[in-house]
């Protein structure tokens, strides 16, 4: 039997099914925003969509909400920038400020530590301060070239004397242990210097001892 039809034309050819095109992503790709559960529905009901195969148990789940912000249109990108921006700005001041307090406290615990060892040797300064008073510590001898180093080594970590005959008394540094009026003075003075003081940076180790001429 001939392959043609009964009106004379070739081979009817197959009634082909048309595929049917499902798209299942929850961001509209022409618009940017988020589709609404109804408008999906609508997009499944009445429009051929595209079928991007397998997709998460929620796409939308891997953007933030700043993201979705954004792509529905209630934010905009300068505004995340500039949020953004000041996370970090915020961030990186309570860095800084973290970093100033550390070390700080580092060196209040350096002083301390340093301070420790030295308040060993201040008695030892004490002897040496009598001895060269009293003319023991002849320039050239073996007894000054050893007291030399032992001041030069503990200035080096930092220790330094203070009070000096003719200060103004200053009672958060200096100890009075004794008042002696004197004719001409104005104010309160260091007229001696019975015990010398010692810092250690911004430290007090040892408070000085003195006299002071108070106005007669």
């Known amino acids: 039997m001939s392959d043609q039809n009964r009106d004379g034309q070739g081979p009817e050819e197959p009634e082909r099914e048309e595929p049917i095109i499902r798209d299942k992503r929850r961001i509209d790709p022409e618009t940017g925003k988020v589709r609404e559960p109804q408008d999906a529905e609508h997009d499944l009901e009445h429009e051929e969509l595209v ?7 929620d796409e939308a789940s891997i953007l933030s909400d700043d993201d979705l912000d954004i792509l529905s249109g209630q934010t905009t990108s300068d505004a995340l920038a500039a949020e953004r921006l000041a996370d970090l700005q915020r961030v990186t001041a309570e860095y800084a400020n973290y970093r100033k307090r550390t070390e700080a406290n580092r060196e209040i615990e350096r002083e301390r530590a340093v301070g420790d060892a030295v308040k060993g040797l201040i008695p030892v300064l004490d002897d040496l ?6 003319g023991d510590l002849t320039e050239g001898s073996g007894f000054a070239t050893i007291a030399a180093k032992l001041r030069t080594a503990v200035e080096r970590l930092g220790l330094t004397p203070y009070g000096e005959k003719g200060d103004a008394f200053d009672p958060q540094i200096h100890e009075a242990i004794f008042q002696q009026p004197t004719p001409g003075v104005t104010e309160d003075t260091v007229a ?5 003081g010692y810092r250690l940076g911004s430290t007090t180790v040892r408070v000085a001892k003195v006299v002071v001429a108070v106005p007669a």
């Open 51 to 57: 079928d991007v195969g397998p997709v998460a148990e």
């Open 129 to 134: 301060e009598r001895a060269e008073k009293h």
């Open 192 to 196: 001696e210097v019975v015990e010398t």
